[in-house]
């Protein structure tokens, strides 16, 4: 079973600019989403999708893999994600590695874990569904979604027909998007458990 975790991070941000490399505790924001998949027990392979030669160059010495510049084309303010999918997984499919599931992780929920990762992947594996999607008071939240490989590919959806929601709890669910949202996470970061 191939699960190809990518991370969405481009450069832009007319909110909070800058965002994604911005210090969260004692790390950059998209810092936590890769210690998060790269301490998954299920992906099998964790990519950077990002047009910005700062987050790029910065992500490749963090330790995550970077294998193709995103065009700048899908890093604006209104490309929807679909596209920067599947242009990710084209690009992966090209260089011989096919997956069967793709996991969405946004790096403005820092405070999803490897734990909602893994447990968002069990569900979707034992659970005949397009996909799953991560939820909070019914809501979706940004956390986790995963997708199978033929639905995103073939039928140009990341949901397809069938979604299975997963209820994550409200810390793991936040979501980083404005000055407020930073301020309120760096009052939480004290209070965390062992991520």
């Not at 599931?101 to 659970?127: K, M, W």
Request: with cysteine; glycine share 8%.
């Amino acid at each position: 079973m191939e699960v190809l975790g990518i991370i969405t991070a481009r450069g832009g941000s007319q909110r909070l600019p800058n965002k994604n490399m911005r210090m969260l505790g004692d790390k950059r924001l998209t810092a936590w989403t890769i210690d998060a998949a790269h301490n998954s027990k299920l992906i099998t392979r964790t990519i950077l999708s990002s047009e910005n030669e700062g987050i790029i160059c910065w992500a490749k010495i963090y330790g995550c893999e970077v294998p193709f510049i995103r065009p700048k084309e899908l890093a604006q303010n209104d490309t929807p994600t679909l596209p920067v999918l599947v242009h990710a997984v084209k690009h992966m499919e090209n260089i011989g590695y096919r997956p069967d599931y793709i996991v969405i992780l946004q790096p403005t929920s820092p405070f999803r874990t490897a734990g909602d990762i893994d447990e968002g992947l069990l569900r979707h594996f034992a659970n005949d569904v397009d996909s799953v999607v991560g939820t909070n008071n019914g809501h979706f939240n940004g956390a986790f979604y995963s997708t199978k490989r033929d639905v995103l590919m073939k039928d140009n959806s990341i949901y397809g027909k069938s979604i299975l929601t997963y209820e994550m709890p409200y810390l793991h669910s936040i979501d980083i998007n404005t000055y407020e949202d930073l301020e309120l996470a760096e009052k939480l970061c004290g209070n965390l458990p062992s991520m």
